[in-house]
């Protein structure tokens, strides 16, 4: 069982920066791939960015060079850096978990925190 815990989220001015956090009840060194997912009003949940244990990142199209996703494994957590805000980035931001036992993947998710965006 991977428990997780957003922070971080909050009011920021268009073009301001933020940066989530994500805390896991376990070491994530062995998670294969950690992620932030963010769901707008109205819209369907979305990936923002995630980590491999393998260090691959990938980002949606949306976001690249504007956000850095990182792993901090001493402190098993998870940060994703955003900069030059934009109103459309307002969202809860979900912070998820891929573990793979075997031959099953388990997928976690945190209950979010809140991004608003707005002057």
């Known amino acids: 069982q991977v428990q997780l815990v957003e922070s971080g989220g909050g009011l920021v001015q268009p073009g301001g920066s933020l940066r989530l956090s994500c805390a896991a009840n376990?070491?994530?060194?062995?998670?294969?791939?950690m992620g932030w997912y963010r769901q707008a009003p109205g819209k369907d949940r979305e990936l923002v960015a995630a980590?491999?244990?393998?260090?691959?990142?990938n980002y949606a199209d949306s976001v690249k060079g504007r956000c850095s996703i990182s792993r901090d494994n001493a402190q098993n957590t998870v940060y994703l850096q955003m900069n030059s805000l934009k109103p459309e980035d307002t969202a809860v931001y979900y912070c998820?978990?891929?573990?793979?036992?075997?031959?099953?993947?388990?997928?976690?998710w945190g209950k979010g925190t809140l991004v608003t965006v707005s002057s």
């Open positions: 998820n978990a891929k573990l793979v036992l075997g031959a099953t993947y388990y997928t976690y």
């Open positions: 376990r070491s994530i060194d062995g998670i294969y791939v």
């Open positions: 980590s491999t244990s393998g260090a691959f990142t």
